[in-house]
């Protein structure tokens, strides 16, 4: 009963912090040129880098390792008269090696793809909308052993497995390309896993304890779970001070079909400390919530410094 309390209020903090977020970009946004018909394009790269050597002789404790993370994000978006189309790419893959280990460890691993179609009503920044969302991750990802010497790792996830397709239709009402919350109430999503992690045969044991803990929500001897629900992603951009961008990408799914209190979440907050054109200082928080994968929050935070080029 504690633990679902105190999950619940992490829940309901992270939304009123975006709704909060949101509030404030709504009143720092300054006023735009209205956007031209066609195609715009743009994109950042960044790679963040963590580094830390102790000698021989150094005894407060510790010990060497090394780390980066690439980011690549990527718009296409489209234009025309009152029907718009936004297309954004966003690719991230980290990796830490520590002194001594016989293997590196993902800090980071994600492939993501999102596109919403909208046409404007009337004059207002309501639009009704069409949206597509696909994610993945791009390389294995393991569970390591440390108490065997040397470590051990079994194999847990993959490309594809797991891999998430969500779509449907709703509403978008957008500000700017900076500001903008997306509604949709008639999601469908599919949960795609690959086959080696769910075959577990024709006995009735195996199935029966495998589904007491399905892999992602999907059941023994199965490939791919179908859930109905509604989806809410919100995305908001500004600046703290002259230099220090935030931002805010939030994503809630509700399945219609099984457990529909139990709203998943995906938080994440880029903070950008602008040095020059090419060099800044990074700060990534995201939080994760999804009783399919893990019965609490995934947490993950990377601070380090950022090479940068604009595409």
Known sequence: MYFCNKTQNMKRIFISLFA???AISSFSQEEEDKP??????SGNFSLLFNQAAFNAEWTGGGTSNIAGNISLTYDV???KGKLTWDNRFMGDYGLTKIKGDDFERKTNDR???NSVLGYQINETNWAYSFFTNFRTQFAKGYDFDDSTNPVTRIETTRFMSPGYLQFGPGMLWKKSDNLKVNIAPATSRMIFVNSRYTDVGNDPAAIEAFNLSPYFGVEANETMRFEFGASVSGYAKFDLVENVTMENILNLYSNYLEDPQNVDIDYIMNMVLKVNDYLSANVIF???YDDNAVKGFQIREVLGIGLNYKL
């Open 286 to 288: 995201q939080a994760i």
């Open 36 to 41: 031209k018909d066609g195609w715009t394009k």
């Open 77 to 79: 978006n489209y234009r």
């Open 111 to 113: 492939l993501e793809i």
């Open 20 to 22: 909060a977020l949101t």
